[in-house]
Nanobody, 116 residues
Framework: QVQLVESGGGLVQPGGSLRLSCAAS????????MGWYRQAPGKQRELVAA???????NYADSVKGRFTISRDNAKNTLYLQMNNLKPEDTAVYYC??????????WGKGSLVTVSS
């Protein structure tokens, strides 16, 4: 079965950088898009960045110019480069793959804490 495993989270100071990785195993068909969501304690889960099957990207306004989503098809891995991190970026970040005709695939999440 398909599994998504996130890595790269941790504690970082404001202004610092982290790169999240999402390694996918198993065969995935009919992909519409892949993306990163985040959820802070007591808050709703929100879309941070997405990349379509055609390679186009979009970002939440709060992270534009700071975050970059990318993928390595050969390694079946999705990335989120996060620069100039702010305390408001603190959250659990989840990898997501949106596919046709079935429920989305989700990773278990990786905690990012931005604090001095």
């Amino acid at each position: 079965q398909v599994q998504l495993v996130e890595s790269g989270g941790g504690l970082v100071q404001p202004g610092g950088s982290l790169r999240l990785s999402c390694a996918a195993s198993g065969s995935i068909f009919n992909i519409n898009a892949m993306g990163w969501y985040r959820q802070a304690p007591g808050k709703q889960r929100e879309l941070v960045a997405a990349i379509t099957s055609g390679g186009s990207t979009n970002y939440a306004d709060s992270v534009k110019g700071r975050f970059t989503i990318s993928r390595d098809n050969a390694k079946n891995t999705l990335y989120l480069q996060m620069n100039n991190l702010k305390p408001e970026d603190t959250a659990v970040y989840y990898c997501n793959i949106d596919v046709k005709y079935r429920r989305d695939y989700w990773g278990k999440g990786s905690l990012v804490t931005v604090s001095s």
